[in-house]
């Protein structure tokens, strides 16, 4: 029993962090320290990068381009990738729909789509929520009909993260209207770039467009594209989500957050004095720290588990449920900090290079977007409700 | 990174369950809390027996040389099991502080028959005006022919009364909350001038307060440089800090067990209470604090192993602030998830519960330990 990392682990980390030191364009981790709205070109700029090195999927078997790392490594990588304000290397390819088609796709599919998701050649986004179904994902009602060698998809997908640069989504399509709505759904590959598809931006509550609806038209999807069988797309969707869970604690982006936030008290004055010498706001950042702590403890234990044992289980809930509710309060705590700078909003400080008089201090201007941003995390990806009544089947049997 | 029990500790793990599960039935513990001594000679001579009382002393005062996941272990057990025997007050705080700055005449003359179950410490610290700061120290010791005299004052002094010696720690120089100028003394419990105030605690333990009127000490009664005791104080309050986390850690354990159980078999509006919603939220809530308490306890027992004394405090006091945060939330919930049969004396919830509340007040409470915490970010780069 011990919580030290191995010497091998460290002399690992050192390795990723001359690699990001040397790779990592400076200007790019700019931007992601100071909040600054990042472009599809950021994105793609990273992610190249680390393809090149074959270090963009760590989760991948190594038979699909994967690095062969074990959980503890990828772990590792992921604080270090966030330490040194890399852009998140999107999920909706690497770490969604490629595992699904890794284990439940055709040799074609696996052939075709994983070398491009690998090289960034592909931008994917996810279509399951719809306006009627959110937390009820089975009741989903977006219809795909057979005809001859395609289906023809009809209806409506919403809440989609940054589809606006997709070159793909994957949906959960209604395949069959009989039994019970788990065993009609079929799991999809489309082209974006199909005739009858059309992408609507949603403006959140950050004044920001980070998400779409999408209409789907009489679209043809030829069937090689569905993975796996007809009507049992739900199967795979549960294990998408149970493989998304897996990085979702997001211990190395709030380790970087609550780096940001304790410099942002040691600059920020109360009553002439620096913030962090205000012993009533440095125990609420004592609190969230030691609320990481546990956080991050949990997590290694779970991926030590990964490790030597087995698929992440219904603990990952757990760090779903802990790790969006600190990245919130971390959130909160941040725009706590400036104060009334809080107030300002001035989107066009959000851009990179823009050179027009700051309201406030510089870094002040994301942070009343981060937290209204970050109320999503307790939302998206099963909401904290759902995960507790997993918690509550899964591990309680209740 | 190891997560994993090696062979040693889950052999350790498995004697000390059994030991409690056949020895130390709640009735049992009932007629123990209620005995005149108020803990079991006999129960404490089994201990010695299983090698638990010198379990952490080092090879050459006879011990089994282990660290602070082995009194983890022992702890964890002895939370399900609600022992009220001394363990703390002798073994980790008494032998811990004799182990860590005892001379070899002090080593030889207590750890041995501490091992051996014969002798018990307590470890008079805290002072009224204190609270739980660990270097406000009030009570004097004065320099006396060869000897030292102390005068003083020590609140709720865990096993005071059955100690054979209290360990107490007085100031020769400088202000009350000076970190220098504290000395600790072995001090025998019926020296003249010891008087005690002895009372029973709210959890089924026993403690005292120690009134010190002009107390003679000979200097070889003094355990380690006089004046210069605060470290070995504060490693000695962190080691049992940690201790305690794992102790309420098999209370929270217990208590979610126990009220799993409940909301499975209780059935109102004709099905299990389990089965509605707002109380599987609530038990998913009771078990995320269980799971997160886990990691933090071993945070703790690995922060007694940090040679840096900063390091190790702040994680034993993130362990500390993290477990009696959740220990309240446990505690709490399990007695209304209970319903009216939690707040008995008859089941054995309640008496859970208490002890959860009693470690959250013993040595620092959640809120002090978050202030301590917060107050070592100040010395961050």
């Known amino acids: 029993m011990n919580l030290d990392y191995s010497v091998d682990e460290l002399a690992f980390r050192e390795g990723v962090r001359a690699f990001i030191a040397a790779s990592l364009p400076k200007a790019l981790a700019a931007k992601v320290h100071e909040g600054k709205r990042l472009t599809r070109e950021d994105f793609v700029t990273w992610h190249r990068i680390l393809a090149k090195k074959g270090w963009v999927a760590p989760g991948w078997p190594v038979e699909f381009g994967g690095p062969g790392w074990s959980a503890v490594q990828q772990h590792i990588f992921d604080e270090e990738c966030s330490a040194a304000g890399a852009p998140v290397v999107l999920p909706f390819g690497v770490r969604m729909v490629a595992p699904v088609i890794q284990r439940f796709g055709n040799e074609e599919q696996k052939r075709h789509f994983l070398p491009r998701i690998l090289s960034g050649e592909d931008w994917w986004c996810q279509g399951y929520s719809e306006p009627g179904a959110g937390s009820d994902l089975a009741s989903l009602k977006t219809r795909a009909e057979r005809q001859g060698d395609h289906y023809v998809v009809n209806g409506q997908k919403t809440w989609n993260t940054l589809g606006q640069w997709a070159d793909w989504i994957f949906c959960l399509v209604r395949t069959a209207t009989e039994g019970r709505p788990q065993e009609g759904i079929s799991f999809l590959l489309i082209d974006m770039k199909s005739p009858g598809v059309t992408v609507r931006p949603i403006r959140m509550l950050d004044g920001e467009a980070e998400i779409n609806e999408i209409w789907f038209e009489d679209v043809k999807v030829p069937v090689a594209n569905r993975v796996g069988e007809e009507n049992k797309g739900w199967t795979y969707a549960k294990f998408l989500l149970g493989h998304e869970r897996t990085g979702i604690a997001g211990v ?95 989107p066009e400080e959000l851009d990179a290079g823009w050179s027009g008089e700051a309201a406030g201090p510089e870094y002040a201007a994301p942070l009343a977007g981060l937290y209204f941003n970050m109320r999503k995390t307790s939302i998206y990806s099963g909401s904290n409700e759902i995960q507790k009544n997993i918690i509550s089947q899964m591990i309680l049997g209740l | 990174m190891d997560f994993s029990l090696a062979e040693e500790r889950r052999l350790l793990q498995d004697t000390v369950r059994r030991f409690l599960a056949n020895e130390y039935k709640f009735e049992k513990r009932r007629a123990i809390v209620s005995s005149p001594e108020g803990f079991s000679r006999d129960i404490w001579k089994q201990l010695a027996d299983l090698g638990l009382l010198g379990l952490t002393m080092r090879d050459e005062d006879g011990g089994l040389a282990g660290d602070a996941f082995d009194t983890s272990i022992v702890m964890e057990a002895f939370g399900r099991a609600l022992v009220v025997e001394p363990y703390v007050a002798t073994v980790v705080l008494g032998a811990g502080i004799i182990s860590d700055a005892g001379n070899a005449a002090q080593r030889e003359a207590w750890l041995g028959p501490i091992a051996a179950g014969e002798k018990l410490l307590a470890f008079a610290h805290t002072e009224p005006a204190a609270r739980y700061a660990p270097s406000f120290v009030e009570t004097k010791a004065r320099r006396e022919g060869a000897g030292w005299k102390i005068d003083g004052f020590k609140s709720v002094v865990l096993n005071a009364a059955n100690a054979d010696a209290i360990i107490v720690s007085a100031r020769a120089s400088g202000n009350a909350s000076d970190r220098d100028g504290i000395s600790l003394f072995l001090v025998d419990r019926d020296a ?9 605690t709210q959890d089924g333990g026993h403690a005292a307060d120690v009134k010190l009127s002009g107390v003679p000490v000979a200097d ?76 933090m306890a071993v945070v703790a027992a690995a922060g007694m192993g940090e040679k840096d004394a900063t ?68 010395g961050e780069k």
């Open chain 1, 252 to 346: 190395g982006r709030s380790k970087r957050e609550l780096k940001k936030l304790k410099e942002i008290a040691r600059r920020e004055r109360s009553g002439g004095r620096p913030l962090i010498e205000d012993a009533r706001f440095r125990d609420r950042i004592a609190q969230a720290e030691i609320e990481l702590i546990a956080l991050e403890v949990t997590n290694l234990r779970v991926l030590a588990e990964e490790d030597t044992r087995r698929a992440p289980g219904p603990e990952a809930s757990i760090l779903k449920v802990r790790g969006s509710e600190i990245q919130q309060s971390l959130s909160e705590l941040m725009m706590q900090a400036v104060g009334s700078y809080g107030l300002p909003y001035v």
């Open chain 2, 192 to 200: 003249p001038g010891v008087s005690l105030r002895a009372y029973a």
């Open chain 2, 220 to 295: 070889d009664r003094r355990i380690g440089d006089a004046g210069a005791a605060i470290a070995t104080i504060e490693r000695a309050l962190d080691r049992a800090n940690a201790a305690l986390c794992a102790e309420a850690l098999g209370i929270i354990d217990a208590l979610n067990e126990a009220t799993l159980e409940y909301l499975k078999t209780r059935k109102q509006f004709g099905q299990p209470i389990g089965r509605f919603q707002a109380l599987q939220h609530r038990m998913a809530d009771m078990t995320i604090k269980a799971v997160e308490a886990r990691s």
């Open chain 2, 311 to 378: 390091q190790r405090s702040r994680r034993v006091s993130a362990a500390k602030a993290f477990i009696g945060q959740a220990s309240r939330f446990v505690g709490q919930q399990a007695i209304q998830l209970h319903g009216a049969i939690g707040v008995t004396d008859e089941l054995i919830v309640s008496h859970w519960f208490k002890r959860l509340t009693t470690i959250n007040a013993t040595f620092g409470d959640a809120d002090f330990h978050l202030a301590r915490f917060s107050d070592l970010m100040l």
